[in-house]
Structure formats: structure tokens, C-alpha cells
């Protein structure tokens, strides 16, 4: 289990992914929404895996080879990451 800090941060990154993608993924998988939201969760902690310490300090980040999205503000990279996440999802189905 993830401190009570990290778990806030891979529910900011859940809530983003689920603001941008539920919809999508939950007509297109045709597994059913809680199925639809625990894939989402997955992906949360995925990102959280992958960029949580590196997002710490955004403007370091921002500057970084590891923006590779060119974003300004760090949900439009949780929203860039997404959109290649479902593509991914959606090809392997």
C-alpha cells in the first residue's frame, strides 16, 4: 500500500485519466464501467510509477528531454500520456 501522500497523487492522476478518457474507454472496451474504472486506476498507478518523481519539481520537468509531450502544466501531460495509454488499450483488444 502507497503513504496516505502518494495515494492523493495517484488520485489527482485517476481523476484526470477519468475525466478524459471514461467515457471513451468505458463504450469502446465493452467490459463495463467498474471494469472501465479499475483499467483507469491501472493506468494511474502506472503513471505514478513512471513520472511521479520526475514530476515533483514541474519546472525542471517542463525544460526536460522527459516532456516529451511539450506540455505546459503538468495534467496536460497526464492528458497526453492518456491519450497514447487508450490508443495502446484499445489496439491490443
Given at each position: 500500500?502507497?503513504?496516505?501522500?502518494?495515494?492523493?497523487?495517484?488520485?489527482?492522476?485517476?481523476?484526470?485519466?477519468?475525466?478524459?478518457?471514461?467515457?471513451?474507454?468505458?463504450?469502446?472496451?465493452?467490459?463495463?464501467?467498474?471494469?472501465?474504472?479499475?483499467?483507469?486506476t491501472?493506468w494511474a498507478?502506472?503513471?505514478?510509477?513512471?513520472?511521479?518523481?520526475?514530476?515533483?519539481?514541474?519546472?525542471?520537468?517542463?525544460?526536460?528531454?522527459?516532456?516529451?509531450?511539450?506540455?505546459?502544466?503538468?495534467?496536460?501531460?497526464?492528458?497526453?500520456?492518456?491519450?497514447?495509454?487508450?490508443?495502446?488499450?484499445?489496439?491490443?483488444?
Amino acid at each position: 500500500m502507497y503513504p496516505v501522500n502518494d495515494s492523493i497523487e495517484i488520485g489527482m492522476y485517476a481523476a484526470c485519466l477519468a475525466d478524459n478518457f471514461m467515457t471513451e474507454l468505458y463504450e469502446k472496451s465493452q467490459r463495463g464501467y467498474i471494469a472501465a474504472l479499475d483499467e483507469l486506476t491501472a493506468w494511474a498507478h502506472e503513471f505514478y510509477n513512471s513520472y511521479y518523481e520526475k514530476l515533483k519539481d514541474w519546472d525542471s520537468f517542463e525544460q526536460s528531454s522527459d516532456n516529451i509531450y511539450q506540455s505546459a502544466c503538468w495534467d496536460d501531460f497526464v492528458i497526453e500520456w492518456g491519450k497514447n495509454r487508450l490508443a495502446k488499450y484499445l489496439a491490443g483488444k
